[in-house]
Structures are given as structure tokens and as C-alpha cells.
């Protein structure tokens, strides 16, 4: 389908995409990767009268590790996710994920911070950045703010970032210890019908710290408090891991659609939390 008719803005800076978001209001959305937003144009399920690409602002991109801290620029595509070594050493996490993400063609365009903007709860993205705990920064003419991704996430395509602010950058800590991101998709280059972020960290043997975060089982992230607490000084043998898949499943609710009914992504969702637990406690 063909989009309704938009026009086409494509600032240089930050203070000049803010100030046409600005002056156009909700008639206006700014454009990353366009892997989300053309098709639902092209759907006419958004109607986008001023559409403003981020393409050109510099600013945006890039990945700096410095310190235990990382940065990640909002314009940043899955691709150079996946190709940074620096990234890959400080939170190995990020690559096992974004290479999980649709196919090559999506990843060379789309961008991190289209896909933790957008709020469609079938985004990988939104529930890796909570289990990393990591923190947004949002600009409007007025200033910026930063907000945990742990409490960004509303309801399906609602998040707390106001209409007038751009999402700039992304930034977490270094990650020390195991990792997983499993996911369970009906074929390569979907969305996943269950997904599981976790973090694990061990000492002598047991587990000292813990993160656990599901993708596409309710119409947000589910980051589980609850999971990660019934790992936590345990060995992580077969009695805590069944405890944690409970204690997360409790937590989600997720809506039958062409990816099976509510009963069957229940039963996958134990089967994909389970694996990302075992597999982070291998690597920790
Ligand atoms: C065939 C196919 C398969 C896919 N499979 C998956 C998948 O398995 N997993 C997955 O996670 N995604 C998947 N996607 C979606 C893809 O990852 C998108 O790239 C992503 O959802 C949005 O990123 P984008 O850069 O393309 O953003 P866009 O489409 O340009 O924007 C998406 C939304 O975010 C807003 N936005 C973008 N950047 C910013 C910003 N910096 N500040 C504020 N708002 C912003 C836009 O206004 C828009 O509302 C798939 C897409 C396709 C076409």
C-alpha cells in the first residue's frame, strides 16, 4: 500500500529535528530505521502528516565503552550492535540479542532506539534493556531527562516518553558473569511468540545477583523481580530454576494471537525461561 501524503524533513542536529517536532506537535513522528514506523504508514495504521528523519544527525550514533559505562547512540543500527568487539566484551548480551532480531536486511536499517521507542511489546530490545537495567535519555527543547527502561514501558505502544521528546542515547554498566537471550519464533526473521533475557552473576558456587526479563508475553516487557529472587543464593539446580520459571510465569499475560493460543505460549514461555536461565548460569 501507499503511505497518505507527508512531509519530508531531514534536520541536521538534535535542535533542529526538536524544533520541527515542536512546531508540528502530534502531526509530526521522527523517523530511525523506518522498519516499524513506513510499514504501518503504508498500512495507514499511522498517519504521519511531518515526518522527520534522524538520518543526518551525527550526534546520534555510535558506541562508546569508557570506564565500565557504555553509550549507545540512539541511531544506531543492529548491525553495528553485532559488529562492535567493544561491545561485544563489555555486554555480550547485546550481540546474542540483536542477532535474534528479523534478518540482515532489518538489522542494517533499524536502530536501537527505534526499537525501545516504539513500545510494540514484540520488540526484542525493551526487555534486554531491563534486565541490563539500563537508563534513557530523552531531549526536548526544554532540557533532558533520563529514565530507567525498567519503568518506561505503559501499554502496547504507549511509553513515557512525551510526544515532544527524541529518545538521544542508551547507556548501561558493563555486565561481569553469565548471559542468555533465548527466544522462540515460528520461523527466521519473526517476532518471538517467547523470549527471555537473563543476567547471572555466582560466587563460591551459588548465585549472587540475578536478572530476568520476558519479550512478547504480556503488552509490555515483563521485568521479574520475583524470578530473579528465587535464584539468588541457590546453585541454581533444578528446584530453583523451576521455582524462577514459575515465579515469572505469574507475571505475564499473554493474549492469544496467530503465534497460539494463551495455553500453548504459556507452556513455551517455562521451556524459553528455563534455557536462558541454564544457559546464563553455564556462562557465570
Ligand atoms: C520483517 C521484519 C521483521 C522484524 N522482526 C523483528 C524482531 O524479530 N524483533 C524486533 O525487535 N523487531 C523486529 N522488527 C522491527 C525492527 O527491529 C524495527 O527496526 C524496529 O522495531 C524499529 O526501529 P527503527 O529504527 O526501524 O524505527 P522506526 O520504524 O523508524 O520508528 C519506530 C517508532 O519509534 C519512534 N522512534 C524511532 N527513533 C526514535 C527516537 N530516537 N526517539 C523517539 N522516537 C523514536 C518512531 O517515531 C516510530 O514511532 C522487524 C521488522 C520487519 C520489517
Not at 4 to 16: L, Q, T
Not at 102 to 131: E, F, K, S, W
Not at 153 to 170: K, P, Q, S, V, W
Request: charged residues 25%; negative net charge; proline residues 4%.
Amino acid at each position: 500500500m501507499i503511505p497518505a501524503a507527508f512531509e519530508y524533513h531531514r534536520p541536521r542536529d538534535i535542535g533542529g529535528a526538536l524544533a520541527i517536532l515542536t512546531e508540528h506537535g502530534e502531526d509530526a513522528r521522527v523517523l530511525a530505521g523506518g522498519h516499524s514506523l513506513i510499514p504501518m504508514m503504508k498500512l495507514r495504521m499511522a498517519e504521519v502528516p511531518h515526518l522527520i528523519d534522524l538520518a543526518d544527525i551525527a550526534a546520534l550514533r555510535g558506541i562508546t565503552v569508557e570506564g565500565g559505562r557504555v553509550t549507545i547512540g540512539a541511531m544506531t543500527t543492529q548491525h553495528e550492535l553485532i559488529a562492535s568487539a567493544a561491545l561485544h566484551d563489555a555486554v555480550p548480551l547485546l550481540r546474542e540479542a540483536a542477532l535474534q532480531i528479523a534478518d540482515p536486511q532489518v538489522r542494517y536499517m533499524g536502530t536501537i532506539g527505534g526499537n525501545v521507542a516504539n513500545g510494540d511489546p514484540g520488540n526484542d530490545m525493551p526487555g534486554v534493556m531491563q534486565c541490563l537495567d539500563a537508563t534513557y535519555t530523552l531531549e526536548c527543547p526544554e532540557g533532558t531527562r533520563e529514565v530507567r527502561a525498567r519503568g518506561f514501558y505503559e501499554a502496547a505502544y504507549m511509553t513515557g516518553r512525551d510526544d515532544a521528546e527524541i529518545l538521544t542515547r542508551i547507556s548501561l554498566k558493563a555486565t561481569r558473569g553469565g548471559y542468555a537471550y533465548e527466544k522462540q519464533k515460528r520461523k527466521i526473521g519473526d517476532y518471538a511468540t517467547a523470549a527471555c533475557a537473563v543476567l547471572i552473576e555466582a560466587e563460591n558456587g551459588r548465585v549472587s545477583s540475578a536478572a530476568v526479563s520476558m519479550t512478547n508475553l504480556s503488552d509490555v516487557p515483563v521485568f521479574s523481580d520475583a524470578a530473579a529472587n528465587a535464584l539468588l543464593g541457590t546453585a541454581c539446580d533444578r528446584d530453583a530454576v523451576k521455582a524462577a520459571v514459575a515465579a515469572a510465569l505469574a507475571e505475564i499475560d499473554p493474549t492469544e494471537d496467530n503465534r497460539g493460543p494463551v495455553k500453548f505460549k504459556m507452556h513455551v514461555a517455562g521451556i524459553i525461561i528455563a534455557r536462558a536461565i541454564e544457559r546464563a548460569w553455564s556462562r557465570a
